[in-house]
């Protein structure tokens, strides 16, 4: 009874202990100083002063670029990021990119071409992709309705499990994805 009674206080001291400034910092995207600095050159109401802070802005937010400190991506980069990563549990992207995070956003299928399939000794196929994408078949049953070459189509199931449906017909096949 003493040890339930230690732990509930452990647990009441976590849940009431404040989360460091950084970590609260950590969890939400800031904009980078290069691009706040542009920003910032809008509420010049001098002309001479907002063009040549904007020159100056503009040019640290190139070299920024250049060096690699600063990326710029576009909704096209997003999506075949989203198509490239499907299948995979990859937490901290929504912190990267916060736009994926929209439901209107979320891949739900995608359409790949079979460029090899193998069976592993445990009876599971392997199809391996066009595009680089790996999956392996969740369950050990014969797959009939897959050849190579073919066009399948990919989706999200129930319980965050995927299935291959081919255009042959057949029952889909459920997988996950391994590369």
Request: hydrophobic content about 40%; proline content about 4%; charged content about 20%.
């Amino acid at each position: 009874m003493k040890y339930a009674i230690a732990a509930m206080s452990a647990v009441a001291v976590l849940w009431t202990t404040p989360i460091p400034a950084v970590a609260q910092e950590a969890a939400a995207p800031t904009t980078p100083q290069a691009l706040e600095a542009v920003y910032a050159c809008a509420s010049e109401t001098d002309q001479a002063r907002r063009l040549a802070c904007y020159d100056s802005a503009v040019s640290a937010l190139r070299g920024a670029q250049t060096s690699g400190e600063v990326v710029a991506i576009d909704r096209g980069d997003v999506a075949r990021m989203q198509r490239d990563s499907f299948g995979f549990n990859l937490p901290s992207i929504g912190r990267l990119l916060p736009q994926i995070g929209h439901d209107d956003n979320v891949v739900d299928r995608v359409e790949v071409t079979v460029a090899r399939m193998s069976v592993g000794a445990s009876g599971r196929t392997t199809f391996r992709m066009e595009d680089g994408q790996v999956w392996t078949q969740v369950d050990p049953e014969r797959v009939y309705n897959v050849r190579v070459g073919d066009i399948v189509t990919i989706r999200r199931a129930s319980i965050g499990s995927f299935m291959i449906s081919s255009p042959r017909g057949g029952a889909g096949i459920r997988v996950r994805r391994a590369e």
